[in-house]
């Protein structure tokens, strides 16, 4: 039996164990329902079986798919790690919680999900990257905050008397000795250490002990792994081999030549890079190998958490959420990683299994916004929904077996700025439209629009194209309506400005 083999066999069994007794139809307990949210970093839709994806080996998340209502068309609020995790936690657009960059930490005032509970006997928990302010302390409600990560700039001033993250802690206690200059690990050690020291199995632990802690009691629980995001490296190297991954056909092709320019910009950082991933066809199958060995690895964690949670008969009882905080290019449109408003970098995986659901999970193949989970997941869960929230509870829709409605997503962009500029020209807004459309409207008549009806790679730009003015207007005045439903400062359409950029 070859190595991929084990793997295939192995994680299958301890999906099995799992979630082999989750039947859906099954009544809901009377105990309010625990949440398990399961949060990745920087997953691409494409990467389980659910999304078409046969070749990954990802047999517990693709088991949990089976079980859950699965969203094709869920984005993120704006592709870069701080705001959207703001959102997912807030229920709020970036430009209103105010995390709008990386390192902004969140407003401590603004409530987060578990803040939200009016049944106050919840056990709550929060392990992992959090993003979003101080990464040491126990904040926002969290009884049991554990980081896995050191390296960030202070962002806040520190609540509590802890010097170093949980996960630095029980690598010092297995008497490993910090590489990094500034005493910490780096995340390049934390790559190369055994499976049993690596941040994925740290986190399975904890999530584990936390289950068994608190069986008695309801409990919300943040699972937030670092994975699958750079450095694309972890034991799981030599598990695929790069010769058998496919490399997009927008690597090799010319972006259109109207594409936004901070986007060429971030294109020629990139190629400009040492050791770049894009540099050859040959370099991004090898980064694309190891980035799948880091979803598998993610994987099999993500089993030992769902195997506890069998284990402790609390399975029939929880809500589990499985999603990511933004996509990775990997190769599309000759880019990497995210910041770009690419559907690779905004459309993103999101499982949602509910317990007691009847009939077969859904399908959903609406486009749906990520401000949209908090009010569904308080809402599944016998909750109030504070009148602040922006987002649309889709609770009802999914327990009914209704279709969700057609509504625009909205998504933004607001830096951080190119580099070597103090401000990022290119502010955007964009609009995703239920029958295709898809515009990113930016300051001056700049923009870009796609149908992704008829070209879902997005290789066109029609943005300039005269004969696409009403849709533009049409699209333009929708995301200013939404604005100031937000409080969003407005980006106008420059019709002069467009003209004088167009072609006709």
Sequence with gaps: MNRREAFRRTGA?????????????????????N??????????LDTLRVYGNNQIIAPNLNRL?????????????????????GSLLTGLYPHTHGSVNNNVALNPSLPVLVEMLQDKD???????????????CP??????????????????????????????????????????????????????????????????????QFIERHQRQPWVMYVSFLDPHTPFHSVNDSLYNP????????FSVDPDVTELERTKTIRAEQLRARHSELATTESLREAKAHYWGKITLVDEMVGRILAKLEAQGLAENTLIVFTTDHGEMMGDHRLMYKSVMYEEAVKVPLLLRIPGLKGQPPRVHKPVAQVD??????????????????????????????ELPDRNVMLEWNGPPLPGQKSDPELLRTIITPDGWKMNLAPGGIGELFHLASDPAEMVNLFYQQESLGVIRQLAAEINLWQRATGDAMIAFDELGWKGRGKG
């Excluded at 069994?13 to 329902?33: E, H, I, T, Y």
């Excluded at 029980?170 to 250490?193: C, E, I, M, S």
């Excluded at 908090?374 to 609770?395: C, I, N, Y």
Aim: aromatic share 12%; net charge positive.
């Design 373 to 402: 989970v908090v009010p569904t997941l308080l809402e599944l869960m016998g909750q109030p929904l504070p009148r602040h929230l922006q987002g649309f509870s889709w609770a009802t829709f999914l327990l009914e077996g209704r």
């Design 35 to 44: 949440l398990l949210f399961l949060l990745v970093d920087q997953q691409r």
């Design 139 to 208: 904040q926002h409600g969290f009884q049991a905050f554990e980081s896995i990560e050191d390296g960030y700039t202070t962002l806040s001033e520190k609540t509590c008397a802890r010097e170093y993250s949980g996960y630095f802690r029980f690598l010092a206690g297995k008497g490993l000795k910090p590489d990094g200059k500034n005493g910490l690990y780096t995340r390049d050690f934390a790559n190369q250490v055994p499976k049993e020291l690596s941040k994925p199995a740290y986190l399975a632990t904890q999530a584990a």
């Design 122 to 136: 919840y056990a709550t928990a929060y392990f992992g990257k959090w993003h979003l302010g101080d990464e040491l």
């Design 13 to 33: 069994g301890l999906a099995a164990a799992a979630l082999g007794s989750m039947r859906v139809g099954a009544a809901r307990p009377a105990r309010p329902p």
């Design 65 to 85: 798919a089976e079980q859950s209502a699965a969203f094709s068309r869920y984005y993120v609020s704006q592709p870069v790690c701080t705001p959207s995790r």
């Design 243 to 250: 010769t058998e991954m496919d490399v997009p056909k927008s």
